[in-house]
C-alpha cells in the first residue's frame, strides 16, 4: 500500500509529490498527460525562473519528483472507493492502486469528486468558466474525508502556476507534518 496517492500529474500534483516523496513516504502520481500548461508557449510569471515553456516546467517538476522517489504512472482513474483506513484507486487499464492519503490535483477529471459525494460549480477565479471547484473544503485542501486532499483550482484558487505549485506544496507538507507529529520542514542545503 501506498502512502500517497497523487491523481494528476500537472504542476500541483507534481508539487504534492516531491514534497511526500522527499519527506520518505511513498508517494505516485497518476498522470493522464492532460495537464493543462503543456500548451503554454511562455511561463514567464514563476518566480525564480525567467521565462520557461509549460511542458518543460512539467518535465522539470515531474524529474524532481521521480528523482525524490516517486513512482510516475501513465493512467487514468476510472474510480475510487473510500475504504476503511485507505482508498482503492482503480485506472482504466485495470491496475487497482492502495493509499493511505489520496490528493486530487486534476482540474479535469471531475468525475472521481461526484461519486465520492462532492459538490462542484464554477470556479469564478478561472476567466473562461470551463474550471470547477469542490464546495465546503478547507484553504488548505483537506475535505471531510479523512486523507483525501484537493489541490489548486479545484480548490477553488486561481489559475497562476505559482499558486498551483504553492498549494501542491502546501498539501504535501500538511501530509508530511500530520506523518511525522511535528511540522514538517524541509531546508535548503
Given at each position: 500500500m501506498?502512502?500517497?496517492?497523487?491523481?494528476?500529474?500537472?504542476?500541483?500534483?507534481?508539487?504534492?509529490?516531491?514534497?511526500?516523496?522527499?519527506?520518505?513516504?511513498?508517494?505516485?502520481?497518476?498522470?493522464?498527460?492532460k495537464?493543462?500548461?503543456?500548451?503554454?508557449?511562455k511561463v514567464?510569471?514563476?518566480?525564480?525562473?525567467?521565462?520557461?515553456?509549460?511542458?518543460?516546467?512539467?518535465?522539470?517538476?515531474?524529474?524532481?519528483?521521480?528523482?525524490?522517489g516517486t513512482?510516475?504512472?501513465?493512467?487514468?482513474v476510472?474510480?475510487?472507493?473510500?475504504?476503511?483506513?485507505?482508498?482503492?484507486?482503480?485506472?482504466?487499464?485495470g491496475?487497482k492502486?492502495?493509499?493511505?492519503?489520496?490528493?486530487?490535483?486534476?482540474?479535469?477529471?471531475?468525475?472521481?469528486?461526484?461519486?465520492?459525494?462532492f459538490?462542484?460549480?464554477?470556479?469564478?477565479?478561472?476567466?473562461?468558466?470551463?474550471?470547477k471547484?469542490?464546495?465546503?473544503?478547507d484553504p488548505?485542501?483537506?475535505?471531510?474525508?479523512?486523507?483525501?486532499?484537493?489541490?489548486?483550482?479545484?480548490?477553488?484558487?486561481?489559475?497562476?502556476s505559482?499558486?498551483?505549485?504553492?498549494?501542491g506544496?502546501s498539501?504535501?507538507?500538511?501530509?508530511?507534518?500530520?506523518?511525522?507529529?511535528?511540522?514538517?520542514?524541509?531546508?535548503?542545503k
Amino acid at each position: 500500500m501506498l502512502n500517497v496517492l497523487v491523481v494528476g500529474g500537472g504542476i500541483s500534483g507534481g508539487s504534492a509529490a516531491i514534497y511526500t516523496a522527499q519527506g520518505g513516504l511513498d508517494t505516485a502520481v497518476i498522470d493522464s498527460g492532460k495537464s493543462q500548461i503543456k500548451q503554454v508557449s511562455k511561463v514567464f510569471n514563476y518566480p525564480g525562473i525567467k521565462e520557461i515553456t509549460g511542458p518543460e516546467l512539467l518535465g522539470n517538476i515531474k524529474e524532481q519528483a521521480v528523482a525524490a522517489g516517486t513512482e510516475w504512472f501513465e493512467g487514468t482513474v476510472q474510480s475510487v472507493e473510500q475504504k476503511e483506513s485507505a482508498f482503492e484507486v482503480s485506472l482504466a487499464d485495470g491496475r487497482k492502486l492502495e493509499t493511505k492519503y489520496l490528493v486530487v490535483a486534476t482540474n479535469i477529471q471531475t468525475s472521481i469528486l461526484e461519486s465520492l459525494g462532492f459538490e462542484l460549480a464554477v470556479n469564478e477565479k478561472v476567466p473562461s468558466g470551463k474550471i470547477k471547484k469542490v464546495l465546503g473544503i478547507d484553504p488548505d485542501g483537506k475535505t471531510h474525508i479523512p486523507n483525501l486532499y484537493i489541490t489548486s483550482l479545484l480548490a477553488g484558487l486561481s489559475s497562476q502556476s505559482v499558486i498551483a505549485s504553492g498549494h501542491g506544496a502546501s498539501v504535501g507538507i500538511s501530509i508530511m507534518s500530520i506523518e511525522t507529529g511535528k511540522s514538517y520542514m524541509w531546508h535548503d542545503k
